[in-house]
């Protein structure tokens, strides 16, 4: 993609006049997907990220707007290009233009900004720090415009990150008349594709292919105005997304031809993690036709870029479909170690939808858990999901727990199994009155050192501890004592 110069001539007006010019122009770029220009537009009060601006001289007003402009270009920049820490630098810049607003009463401004700040959160995957930041913005957004719909289509990707797509599709049908009536393409296009990606999810049952046309139709108006707004990265964006639909319609070919276009735009604009987001898709697409192979190297490549911007749910998602590939491949250890490591990554920064995922996938893809394990994994992801609303992700819940009762059936005595199959509401305390025993049973074995019982199970020495503490308190008098430790104990003394 070959980049005019921007020239900016603002020799005739004062300092205060070009830095609001600047501004301006600098966001119009980033609109467009040109974040090189937007650069260039703030040059002389900007140098790069990580570098603070000069906003000495500027009235209050103004420097507030540069700082917020500066805050934006971090955010959007520091997640193409992987910066270390680039979303808290753009947090901090655009808390000291709130700072800056709120000294000066503009209410509106404060609220604006706070829209921007939500979006750094949920890039850093703070679901709920994102919520709550967007919902006390919209409080005070009361007029129509830009500024709401931007703050209502960031609810709205905050929900759906969230699992949460009937809420999504509410916020964006209560809103459609707003939205149908901005004049800004780019918003109008972030619009259609939300939609498209809140009914790509809702699809299941008889209705599921009826959601996919109308997801279908949702992005091609997406196009459509990206494209009017000449922004490479967002119909990227909407190509992935149609790849995933032709995924879900078990329709390969046109899924990898979607995938290669949208890769080929990303590429042009050197956007790594854009294009990190469409490897983890065709990993995808590669797991349903069976190449288990590439889709092993193409998501393992995938990781190792997401690992370096932050974007922590994006790599939850590639670590997800990392460890199905190694899973299929036999290799079991390494499926475990990818998918345990999944679930932590989403559960540091609250995204805990994805953390059940990975849980539930986890008991789905491996072979030969303990019973321990498997129980344990089910119970996160039966607590993580319990919102989600995704008929699909019901479905395989459904699956996994008839899976871990298959895996009991050989191991529990015929006259119990029976009695679990005629009194299914009993099957739960059954599972626990088992979980219970095999607890019980490596602990008189280990002399009740939780460490040597929990190698004797499969998991970890904390997983046991919480088993023990959480569900089975009556065998803490099985364990020995637990030892309060000074904070410079070893860590090897755990029992």
Not at 38 to 67: F, H, T
Not at 88 to 114: F, G, H
Not at 245 to 271: C, F, Q
């Amino acid at each position: 993609m070959t980049i005019t110069s921007l020239k900016l001539d603002t020799s005739h007006l004062t300092s205060n006049e070009a830095a609001l010019i600047r501004c301006q122009t600098a966001l119009e770029m980033k609109d467009r997907g040109d974040y090189e220009r937007a650069l260039e537009a703030m040059r002389p009060l900007w140098k790069e990220v990580g570098i603070r601006p000069d906003v000495e001289g500027l009235y209050a007003s103004v420097a507030a707007e540069v700082l917020l402009c500066v805050g934006i270009l971090t955010g959007w920049i520091g997640s193409r290009s992987q910066i270390l820490n680039a979303q808290e630098t753009a947090k901090n810049l655009i808390t000291e233009s709130i700072t800056i607003y709120e000294s000066i009463c503009d209410i509106k401004k404060v609220a604006a900004a706070r829209v921007e700040l939500a979006y750094c959160y949920w890039r850093e995957g703070a679901l709920n720090e994102a919520r709550t930041t967007l919902s006390e913005a919209l409080q005070k957004l009361t007029a129509e415009g830009n500024t709401r719909a931007r703050a209502l289509l960031r609810l709205a990707i905050v929900e759906s990150s969230a699992s949460k797509y009937t809420e999504a599709l509410g916020i964006l049908e209560q809103n459609s008349s707003l939205f149908e009536n901005i004049t800004n393409h780019s918003i109008r296009g972030t619009y259609h594709n939300q939609v498209a990606i809140v009914l790509r999810n809702l699809a299941a049952g008889p209705a599921k292919e009826a959601y996919l046309k109308r997801a279908l139709k949702a992005y091609q108006d997406a196009d459509n105005d990206f494209k009017i707004a000449r922004n490479i990265i967002f119909r990227a964006h909407v190509k992935n997304n149609v790849g995933l639909i032709l995924l879900n319609l078990s329709r390969y070919g046109p899924a990898h031809k979607y995938l290669n276009e949208a890769r080929r735009l990303t590429l042009s604009v050197k956007d790594k993690v854009r294009t990190a987001q469409i490897d983890e898709t065709r990993a995808q697409v590669f797991v349903a036709e069976k190449k288990l192979k590439e889709a092993e190297a193409v998501a393992r490549r995938s990781i190792s870029i997401l690992e370096k911007c932050g974007q922590q749910c994006l790599l939850a998602d590639a670590l997800i479909t990392h460890g199905i590939a190694l899973a299929r491949l036999g290799e079991q250890e390494r499926a475990r170690f990818v998918l345990e490591r999944a679930t932590e990554v989403a559960q540091q920064v609250g995204a805990l939808n994805k953390a059940g995922l990975a849980s539930l996938t986890l008991i789905e893809e491996l072979e030969g858990l303990a019973p321990v394990v498997l129980f344990a994994a089910y119970e996160r992801a039966a607590d993580w999901l319990l919102d989600s609303q995704s008929l699909e992700t019901l479905r395989r819940m459904n699956e996994a727990a008839r899976k871990i009762f298959m895996r009991l059936h050989d191991e529990i005595v015929p006259e119990e199994s029976t009695e679990a199959a005629f009194n299914p509401q009993d099957l739960p305390h059954a599972i626990l009155q088992y979980e219970e025993t095999l607890v019980r049973q490596a602990l008189a074995k280990a002399n009740g050192s939780v460490t040597k019982a929990a190698d004797m199970l499969g998991i970890s020495y904390q997983g046991l501890a919480y088993t023990i503490e959480a569900r089975h308190k009556d065998l803490l008098r099985e364990r020995t004592p637990i030892r309060r430790r000074s904070r410079k104990a070893s860590k090897s003394e755990k029992d």
